[in-house]
Nanobody, 119 residues
Framework: QVQLVESGGGLVQAGGSLRLSCAAS????????MGWFRQAPGKEREFVAA????????NYAESVKGRFTISRDNAKNTVYLQMNSLKPEDTAVYVC????????????WGQGTQVTVSS
């Protein structure tokens, strides 16, 4: 059974930093492309960042490029999202995602962790 458990969210002032963690079980993050998404109140879920299973070709939403960094610790089977220079518009529930190994489509989702950035 696949489980993705996020942690590290909280309340931070604009300009501050947070590091989110996504601990995975039932799958091996080193063999899969992993991603982060977010959903703000009243808005659609949107892509934030992804990291390939091999290599360093990460990709980011334009809105977070240069401020957020996705990384992976294979030994801990955990994916991270380092968020710097946070803005009020980054306020959202952040959700970790993993794909279906056969199709590559995002299939597994965590419960999410709330990030609130005050101005």
């Amino acid at each position: 059974q696949v489980q993705l458990v996020e942690s590290g969210g909280g309340l931070v002032q604009a300009g501050g930093s947070l590091r989110l963690s996504c601990a995975a079980s039932g799958l091996t993050v080193s063999t899969l492309r992993m991603g982060w998404f977010r959903q703000a109140p009243g808005k659609e879920r949107e892509f934030v960042a992804a990291i390939p299973w091999r290599g360093f070709n990460t990709n980011y939403a334009e809105s977070v490029k240069g401020r957020f960094t996705i990384s992976r610790d294979n030994a801990k089977n955990t994916v991270y999202l380092q968020m710097n220079s946070l803005k009020p518009e980054d306020t959202a529930v952040y959700v970790c995602a993993a794909p279906d190994p056969l199709t590559g489509a995002w299939r597994y989702w965590g419960q999410g962790t709330q990030v609130t950035v005050s101005s």
